[in-house]
């Protein structure tokens, strides 16, 4: 049980599990596009997101980790040869990559970048203080689910497209809008989660801007929005059902599991697996 215990802080708090989601849902994009999959964007696609979530987790190192009321923090900053080995490697795995897609690709990453970097870094002044991107109030929901989109439909796009494959831009935009509801989906419930931890940092999410409870039912409405979206959506008929499953599955775990009183912190990251599952349900149709 123990050991159990240790590979689980290891897949989830060493962003293992979150970068494999990033694979995924790039593996998705190409799926539903019917694209010839690159494993250099891949590749980029799950090292670049597990670089930029442990250089958000390396910024907002507190003092004291140790001292951290968050198992997380006290987790990460207590292995830090663990975060650094995996920095190393995916860095290297990632410039490797990098030499083998189109330049084109290096531009829209390099935009993409910007925007990620942006959010965390105190580049910008907000009333008199320096911040990043998340101090601007709600933003932080909308600029994960975008930068997600971004990099799991634009950049297997991008490079298909600069090597000179044949895009469908109706489906690719669909997809691309589609991507960033989903997001939304996904990402909600760790901020009704986080609260407490997110005003610690001075963060204003949309569960503090328009309560928990009026939260939670965003969650259900767009869950809800993003089925009848997919039902018109212009994909193969298969694709969309494998879809629709993982919506209907998402509704049940944040009814019986996820917004149940006393719900353990943990249990948000089936969210995470939910960006897996999505796959898989694809694959499962398809197939």
């Known amino acids: 049980m123990q050991l159990l215990r240790r590979i689980y802080h290891f897949i989830i708090f060493s962003n293992i599990l979150i970068a494999s989601a990033a694979i995924a849902q790039c593996l998705l994009t190409y799926l539903v596009l019917g694209l010839p999959s690159s494993w250099y964007v ?11 979530y442990n250089f958000s987790l390396f910024l907002s190192k507190p003092k004291d980790p140790q001292a951290s009321p968050y198992l997380r923090t006290r987790w990460v900053f207590g292995h830090e040869y663990i975060f650094w080995i995996n920095n190393i490697v995916a860095l290297g795995f990632l410039l490797f990559c990098l030499g083998n897609v189109h330049v084109f690709t290096w531009l829209f990453l390099s ?11 105190p580049v910008f002044r907000f009333f008199g203080k320096r911040g990043g991107l998340r101090q601007i109030p709600g933003l932080k929901l909308f600029h994960i689910a975008v930068v997600w989109s971004l990099s799991s439909v634009g950049l297997p796009v991008v490079e298909s497209w600069a090597t000179a494959v044949p895009i469908d831009w109706g489906q690719a935009n669909t ?20 609260m407490k931890q997110d005003s610690y940092y001075h963060l204003k999410t949309i569960p503090h801007l328009i309560g928990e409870y009026r939260a939670k039912w965003l969650c259900y409405i767009l869950v809800a929005i993003h089925i009848g979206l997919l039902w018109v959506a212009p994909f193969a008929s298969l694709i969309k059902e494998g879809m629709m499953l993982t919506d209907i599955l998402i509704g049940i775990a944040l009814y019986v599991v996820l917004f149940r009183k006393n719900v353990g912190y943990h249990q948000v990251y089936l969210l995470d697996i939910a960006l897996l599952v999505q796959y898989f349900c694809v694959v499962l149709f398809l197939y």
Request: net charge negative.
């Open 111 to 121: 935009f993409v970048g910007i925007v990620s970097v942006g959010y965390s870094l």
């Open 42 to 52: 891949i590749g980029i696609e799950g090292t670049a997101t597990l670089l930029l």
């Open 175 to 194: 997809l691309g809008l589609l991507k960033i509801l989903f997001l939304l989906i996904c990402t909600l419930p760790f901020d009704i989660r986080d």
